[in-house]
C-alpha cells in the first residue's frame, strides 16, 4: 500500500452526487494480449486493483467487451463487495467475434445485452456511468447520429439499470444531439500530449462542468515517446509517462485520467504523477509536441 492521499484533486459530476479523484484507473491492460481472454498473472492482476483502491483512486474505467467479460470479471474478484465511494465506468456498443476484433453492436438487443452482461459480471444492481461507445470511421469520431442508439441507453436508465450516461469516440455535434435527449456526464476520447484534436472540445465541456476523459493518456498500443518527455521528466527527476499525465492533470480541470496498467510497479508511478507541478516553461516546451500546436500553455 502507499501512502498518497494526493490524486489530482476532486471532481464532481455534474448534477450528480459523484465525486472523484481526479487520478484513475482503466482496466483494458488487465485482459490478456490483445484484450483478449485471462491475464497472463490473474494474481497480479487482482492486486494491481488492490493497490489501486488502496491508494484512494475511486474511479475505475472498464468495459464487458475487455477479455470478453473477464476485466469485469477480476474487478468483481478484487474489489466486491465494492466501496462506497468506488465510481465503476463502463462501456457499450462493440462487440469481439472470435477472430477477436471489435465491431460495432449498437442495436437496442446488443445494447441491452451489454448492459445486463456488465451489471452480472461486475456484480452489480445498477452502473454507475455507462459511456455509448461510437465506432466511428475506425481511427477517430465521424458524424452521424447516435439518436437510435442512445434511445435504448435511456430506457436502460429509466429502467434503473445504468446511474448516468456518458458517450465516447464522438464529436462535439454528436454530443450537442445527445443532450437534446439526456444529461450526458462525461465524454471520453483519444487525448495526450501528443495528440490534441480535442482541445477546443476540452475547453467547451469545462464551460458546461461535463468531465473528459482521455482514453490512450501514454498512447495507449503506441506509447508516447517524444525527446520533450525525456528532457522534461530528467529535469524535473520524474519518469515521461509521470510528465505526460501531469500535463493533462494541469491541461484543464474538467481532465479525469484513467492510465492503464497490468503493473503495480507502473501503477504507483502514474499515481504519483498527481504529485507533479509542471513549471510554465515546462508546459511551453510540452504543448509544442502536438505537430501544429500552436496553444499556450494550460
Ligand atoms: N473509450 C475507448 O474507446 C477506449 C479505448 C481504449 C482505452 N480505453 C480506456 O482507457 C484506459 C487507458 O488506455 P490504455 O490502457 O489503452 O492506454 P494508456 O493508458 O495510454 O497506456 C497503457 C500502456 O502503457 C503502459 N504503461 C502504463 N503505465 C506505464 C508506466 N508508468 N511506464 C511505462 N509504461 C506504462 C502499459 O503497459 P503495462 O501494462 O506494462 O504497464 C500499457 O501498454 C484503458 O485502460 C481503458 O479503460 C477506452
Redesign the pocket.
Known amino acids: 500500500m502507499i501512502d498518497q492521499t494526493d490524486l489530482g484533486g476532486s471532481f464532481t459530476f455534474s448534477d450528480t452526487s459523484m465525486t472523484i479523484n481526479r487520478m484513475g484507473?482503466?482496466?483494458?491492460?488487465l485482459a490478456g494480449p490483445g484484450v483478449w481472454g485471462p491475464p497472463r498473472d490473474p494474481d497480479a492482476a487482482v492486486a494491481v486493483l488492490r493497490e489501486a483502491v488502496n491508494a484512494g483512486v475511486n474511479h475505475i474505467?472498464?468495459?464487458d467487451f475487455?477479455g470478453p467479460h473477464v476485466t469485469n470479471q477480476i474487478i468483481r474478484q478484487a474489489l466486491h463487495p465494492y466501496p462506497e465511494e468506488l465510481v465503476i465506468v463502463t462501456?457499450v456498443g462493440a462487440r469481439r467475434p472470435e477472430d477477436k476484433s471489435w465491431v460495432p453492436a449498437l442495436s437496442r438487443q446488443e445494447l441491452t445485452d451489454a448492459v445486463h452482461d456488465n451489471l452480472r459480471n461486475l456484480g452489480v444492481d445498477a452502473l454507475d456511468v455507462v459511456?455509448l461507445?461510437l465506432m466511428g470511421d475506425g481511427i477517430g469520431p465521424s458524424e452521424s447520429s447516435l439518436a437510435e442508439p442512445l434511445a435504448s441507453l435511456i430506457e436502460l436508465k429509466k429502467q434503473g439499470a445504468i446511474r448516468h450516461i456518458g458517450l465516447?469516440?464522438v464529436t462535439p455535434t454528436q454530443l450537442a444531439e445527445a443532450q437534446t435527449l439526456t444529461e450526458i456526464v462525461c465524454v471520453?476520447?483519444?487525448y495526450?500530449v501528443a495528440h490534441r484534436e480535442d482541445d477546443d472540445f476540452i475547453d467547451s465541456l469545462a464551460a458546461q462542468g461535463i468531465a473528459y476523459v482521455p482514453?490512450?493518456?501514454?498512447?495507449?498500443?503506441t506509447?508516447?515517446q517524444s525527446s520533450a518527455l525525456d528532457a522534461a521528466a530528467s529535469s524535473l527527476g520524474a519518469?515521461p509517462?509521470?510528465v505526460a499525465l501531469a500535463w493533462l492533470l494541469q491541461r484543464s480541470p474538467n481532465i479525469l485520467l484513467?492510465?492503464?496498467?497490468?503493473?503495480v510497479?507502473?501503477?504507483r508511478?502514474?499515481l504519483h504523477a498527481a504529485t507533479l507541478q509542471l513549471p510554465a516553461h515546462t508546459l511551453t516546451e510540452l504543448n509544442a509536441i502536438a505537430t501544429g500546436s500552436k496553444r499556450d500553455a494550460h
Open positions: 484507473y482503466g482496466a483494458m491492460q474505467d472498464t468495459s475487455y462501456k459511456n461507445r465516447s469516440n471520453q476520447n483519444m495526450n482514453f490512450f493518456p501514454l498512447g495507449g498500443f506509447p508516447l519518469t509517462m509521470q484513467i492510465p492503464g496498467t497490468s503493473s510497479e507502473h501503477l508511478e502514474n
